[in-house]
């Protein structure tokens, strides 16, 4: 178990220790469930009253807040508190699961794909026909990778994903558990003779680009014709869907349950809030943000934000919704 001193912690966070306190830390907690050796974290001013009560004896603060350490207490201040608990975080996360072997015995390797230096495969993992890891590739038991697909260096799937064929992958990115890559797009027409629906073929791949994080049971369907593309550092909740076509810029973030139809344009930088639906062909331009919960039916210009079913500017939302409460009563 990793004891920290308090100068050690601020050794990590880089920021300014008022009061002092003799208990060493050993872990992290919310400010109302922390025990006297764990550290916990106040980034507003909605949590700062919790701390008089709680039984931390370090708290990492934001700098704009007044708050007292209190008896045996200390605090550190810090810019930003979100990005300081990410560090500490960081020292305290426990070891990766374990590999008794590089490539365990039971996973099934096609003698035509490339194994790098330092790759990790799981039991149950099937790698197919040309694909191409790179170094310090980690793939989980379990994980599926069909052919013609390259993974780059650094990067890890968790168990339960399955990687379909062709698919160009970067480096660095994690793929959590049962994340689907690159099954066919979502495409029917109604048949001539109108007795059923005509499937389309999706013949295109998907591109991921370097630092991509996907959250569990989230899907990333192939282009009909092309690619489709994650540009590098987007982060993707649990639960997402992105549809044949579509293209996002750099270091977008869309929240669990959200969802994009089949060839929207995400510009760099755009955040989808939770649960919202954006209808196909639509372009959200770079810095835009979408509320949760709403439905884009057009283009959204960038650095906008909107909200509501359907997507309006948020302001404009606001003064409806008080409106709507004022001839309710």
Not at 91 to 120: L, M, Q, W, Y
Not at 293 to 310: E, F, I, Q, W
Not at 322 to 328: I, N
Request: glycine share 12%.
């Amino acid at each position: 178990m990793k004891s920290l001193t308090i100068q050690d912690v601020n050794a990590i966070v880089g920021g300014e220790i008022l009061g002092s306190t003799s208990h060493n830390i050993t872990g992290l907690e919310q400010v109302q469930k922390a025990n006297e050796n764990q550290a916990t974290f106040i980034g507003n001013r909605k949590f700062a009253a919790l701390w008089k009560d709680s039984k931390s004896s370090l708290a990492i603060v934001n700098d704009n807040l007044d708050i007292e350490p209190g008896e045996n207490r200390a605090l550190i201040k810090v810019k930003n508190a979100d990005l300081a608990m990410a560090k500490l975080l960081d020292t305290f996360t426990p070891e990766p699961p374990h590999f008794e072997t590089n490539i365990h015995p039971a996973a099934v390797i096609d003698p035509s794909a490339k194994i790098g230096d330092g790759c990790r495969v799981g039991a149950g993992c099937y790698i197919g026909k040309d694909v191409v890891l790179g170094t310090n590739v980690t793939l989980y038991p379990n994980v599926t990778i069909l052919d013609e697909t390259t993974i780059g260096d650094f990067t890890t799937v968790w168990s339960g994903t399955i990687i379909r064929e062709r698919s160009v992958i970067g480096s660095h990115c994690i793929f959590h558990n049962n994340v689907s890559i690159g099954a066919d797009g979502f495409g029917y027409r109604p048949s001539d003779d109108g007795r059923g629906l005509v499937k389309i073929p999706h013949i295109g791949n998907v591109v991921i680009g370097n630092g991509v994080e996907i959250g569990a049971n989230s899907c990333v369907d192939r282009g009909k014709f092309s690619s489709t593309i994650l540009g590098d550092g987007c982060k993707i909740d649990n639960l997402v869907q992105i549809a044949h076509n579509c293209v996002l810029g750099r270091s977008c973030i869309m929240a669990g349950s959200s969802g994009l139809a089949g060839s929207v344009t995400l510009g760099d930088g755009v955040v989808i809030g939770g649960s919202a639906s954006i209808k196909d062909h639509t372009t959200i331009h770079s810095g835009a943000t979408v509320g949760a919960g709403s439905g884009v039916m057009n283009d959204v210009a960038a650095g906008k934000t909107v909200l509501g079913y359907p997507a309006v500017d948020s302001r404009e939302m606001l003064k409806q919704w008080v409106a709507l409460r004022k001839l309710a009563r």
